[in-house]
């Protein structure tokens, strides 16, 4: 199944035509397409050639742009995420890629309760304001880890 990082996207897109070839560059992005194909697709950061920051990932898979916000209308939006498919990525498609699906990758009983509290909804907040998203609470196996006030 792929595993992608969807910043390569975003941080290559400025070159990657150059090295790549303009018939080569149309599927070497092509996030949408794998998961058509698959009906599974994995994200991930690349850390640490990309940032650790699992927000810039959803950010990247959704908007398909850098964190300048450009290019305007994305980068080969066409293969932009929904921010469910994007949020699946990174979660429930991840850890079945892991094969850890009955332990990991969603809230149920169970299962371990890895998981964080944000300070915004990022399933409705306007885009631009995805990849700025602030971290509230961490949670490992249901324990508060990390709290920012």
Known sequence: ???V???????????AD?????SRIKTAYAYKQLLNQNGVLINGSDFPVEAINPLF???AAVARKDQQFMPKDGFQ????????EALKAMTIWA????????EKGSLEAGKFADFVVLE?????IPEK?????????????GVLVYNSK
Request: glycine share 10%; charged share 25%; net charge negative.
């Open 95 to 102: 850890a079945y890629g892991a094969f850890e699906e009955n």
């Open 77 to 84: 939006k066409e293969n932009g995420l929904t921010r469910q």
């Open 5 to 15: 990082q969807p910043t390569h996207a975003t941080s290559d897109m400025y070159w």
């Open 57 to 59: 990932g959803f950010y």
């Open 120 to 124: 915004k909804d990022i399933m409705t």
């Open 129 to 141: 304001e995805l990849f700025g998203v602030k971290v509230l609470y961490t949670y490992i196996g």
């Open 18 to 22: 150059e090295r790549l070839g303009e």
């Open 1 to 3: 199944m792929p595993a």
